[in-house]
């Protein structure tokens, strides 16, 4: 049973049928895209624990995979009691669907380098925590995805605004946001992390990535980095993802500063940026991954095959049943895709689907960036 049924989602629907599975694909809104690809679907607010317990009674699946934060997570202890097996663990869904609860075990518990952050549930708490930490800062809901909710204050003019959107953009029920003083980055990567039941923890080629409004734009791999960085970033990882317990793969986020690695963030499931592996970049893309960690299935090894990059297409407006030119000349180009992802319904800035590129071993990785994004940018999102 997939919770969540997003584009990550639908990827890793086909990659579990593939290996013969049957799944129930689980979402807010009807026709969402794992669940244009599944056996059978739910539609249900899965922040109603009632609901939630009532579907899972009803199907007795196997197992359970999360997609979103937006979930009554406490009742995984539960159905782990009744022999469910929760992906990647009930502890760790619990705690990664809340920022409070990964930054507190990142930098409490396990001592890593974090950005300076203080937590606020009023706008005049808002307005302390961030003379505390000083401004620039970034204001994030303690429950949102794909940069909602998120913004940079730059002024103390920026106060009441950030509390506003993030209170629009949040998921859930949970009116507190972190504020986290602003890391001065050279880059910032994805570490694709895979837990397994039987295996060792594998680590795929580092992934960057660019952020807009808090969500990716582009990311490629691999992302040149030095091997101290590269070693250190391996090893937080491994530190983190064996706390929370568990088998599958997570999408983790780092700052790489001129004083080190800085922890940024964690996702217990495939991870945006990491749809670059669907341009073919390594043997198993995150999908196929995160499918054999979680059905047990051996990994024999994580290796890149080609240098890659992906650009986000996104829509400008509102509306229903989009339909989408650009796409023959997008990919006329020899090593191009594009992967639409098949939302039944358009917002200002959603992601609707992603433009892929791809080159040899050894290609510049920036021009492979550059082929992606111009090739996104020949792609528009019609509505009526």
Not at 34 to 52: K, T
Not at 162 to 186: H, P, T
Not at 281 to 308: D, M, W, Y
Not at 327 to 354: C, L, N, Q, S
Request: proline residues 4%; charged residues 25%.
């Amino acid at each position: 049973m997939l919770l969540g049924s997003g584009e990550l989602g639908k990827e890793f629907v086909i990659a579990v049928k593939r290996l013969g599975h049957y799944v129930v694909a689980v979402d807010s809104y009807n026709d969402a895209p794992a669940q244009q690809v599944a056996d059978e679907r739910e539609v249900i607010n899965m922040l109603d624990g009632a609901a939630l317990d009532a579907i899972v009674a009803k199907h007795q699946p196997d197992i359970i995979v999360p997609e979103i934060e937006a979930i009554r997570t406490e009742r995984f202890y539960d159905y782990e009691k009744q022999g469910i097996q929760v992906v990647p663990s009930a502890r760790a869904a619990n705690f990664t669907m809340n920022r409070k609860e990964i930054r507190d075990l990142a930098a409490k518990e396990l001592g890593l380098k974090t950005a300076n952050y203080r937590y606020a549930t009023t706008i005049e708490e808002l307005q302390k925590a961030v003379g505390e930490v000083g401004i620039p800062c970034v204001v994030k809901p303690l429950m949102s995805s794909s940069g909602k909710g998120q913004s940079t204050i730059k002024s103390e003019a920026d106060i009441e605004k950030a509390w506003n959107y993030s209170q629009s953009g949040k998921r859930g029920d949970i009116a507190e946001v972190i504020v986290e003083a602003f890391v001065k980055f050279d880059t910032e990567i994805t570490l694709l992390t895979v837990t397994q039941k039987h295996g060792p923890t594998l680590f795929c080629p580092p992934i960057g990535h660019r952020q807009e409004r808090g969500d990716y734009q582009e990311s490629w791999q691999p992302c040149i980095m030095s091997k101290a960085h590269h070693e250190e970033a391996m090893h937080i990882a491994d530190k983190v993802t064996r706390a929370l317990t568990g088998a599958g793969i997570w999408g983790v986020e780092f700052f790489l500063a001129e004083d080190g690695v800085y922890f940024s963030e964690l996702s217990p499931r495939p991870h945006d940026t990491g749809m670059v592996t669907l341009a073919g970049t390594q043997n198993l893309s995150e999908f196929e991954l995160h499918a054999r960690a979680v059905l047990g299935l051996p990994i024999p090894e994580i290796e890149l095959l080609k240098v890659g990059a992906s650009a986000v297409i996104l829509a400008d407006k509102e509306g229903k049943n989009p339909t989408y030119t650009g796409v023959e000349e997008a990919i006329t180009e020899k090593h191009t895709d594009i992967r639409i992802f098949g939302k039944p319904t358009t917002r200002p800035y959603r992601r609707m689907a992603v433009a892929l590129a791809y080159g040899a071993i050894g290609s510049d990785v920036n021009e492979i960036k550059e082929k992606a994004i111009a090739n996104a940018k020949k792609v528009k999102v019609i509505t009526a």
